[in-house]
């Protein structure tokens, strides 16, 4: 159980592109997901939480009309990369969190971002 | 600040034990979780202390105790396989997930 899916696993866009990222929770419904991002050899770096149904926290410094979150139903969250440049390149991860006093965050495989 | 503190590498040899100590300091505490991340791979969950004590689950063990801010994961029967960085992760009193860097273990045969 809990097993978290993100598509697509590896995307290669060029500059000024949006690309989409989805990540669903499949065997469990998922009250938050959180979107993070991990550039090679460093730590997890949250950049936003997201609740069904209501507007993604983000966390200081990640701008949020860059970096669009969609959580539409308790099993689906999107991140959208408008206008992606380069230094967007990096390694997105999503996780989902069934709530209710189990606070465990299981993680999607990553998307891989590649902006030329 | 909250802060979290866990050895940046560790190598250790197949068929050996190895302890991977985490210290934190966060606002408040909701429990603590180590993952284990393949390079090039998304965290998969491993563990789960909120009391004090050892969990045991194979051959992973975690152990925490709060009142010193601190917790280990232990690796015994290594495998090749176990090469990976070990993450531990703070939940403070807003239920937010506070990351460690990360621990790169190395494992020679």
């Known amino acids: 159980g809990a097993v978290v899916s993100q598509h697509p696993s590896w995307v290669i866009c060029k500059s000024g592109t949006s690309v989409k990222i989805e990540c669903r929770s499949l065997d469990f419904q998922a009250t938050t997901m959180f979107w993070y991002r991990q550039f090679p050899k460093q730590s997890l770096m949250l950049m936003a939480t997201s609740n069904e149904g209501s507007k993604a926290t983000y966390e200081q410094g990640v701008e949020k009309d860059k970096f669009l979150i969609n959580h539409a139903s308790l099993t689906l969250s999107t991140l959208t990369v408008t206008s992606a440049h380069p230094e967007d390149s990096s390694f997105y991860i999503c996780?989902?969190?069934?709530?209710?006093?189990?606070?465990?965050?299981?993680f999607g495989p990553g998307t891989r971002l590649l902006v030329l | 600040g909250q802060n979290i503190d866990q050895p940046t590498e560790m190598t250790a040899t197949e068929g050996a034990i190895v302890q991977i100590n985490c210290t934190y300091q966060?606002?408040?505490?909701?429990?603590l979780f180590w993952y284990q991340q393949h390079a090039g791979e998304a965290p998969t969950f491993l563990s789960y202390n909120v009391l004090d004590g050892l969990e045991e689950k194979g051959r992973f063990s975690s152990f925490l105790s709060r009142s010193k801010g601190y917790s280990y994961l232990l690796l015994k029967e290594l495998q090749m396989k176990d090469s990976a960085s070990y993450l531990c992760?703070?939940?403070?009193?807003?239920?937010?997930?506070?990351w460690g860097a990360g621990t790169k273990l190395i494992i020679k045969p």
């Open positions: 996780s989902a969190r069934l709530g209710g006093g189990e606070e465990t965050q299981y």
């Open positions: 992760a703070v939940m403070d009193s807003n239920y937010q997930l506070i």
């Open positions: 966060t606002s408040g505490f909701n429990g």
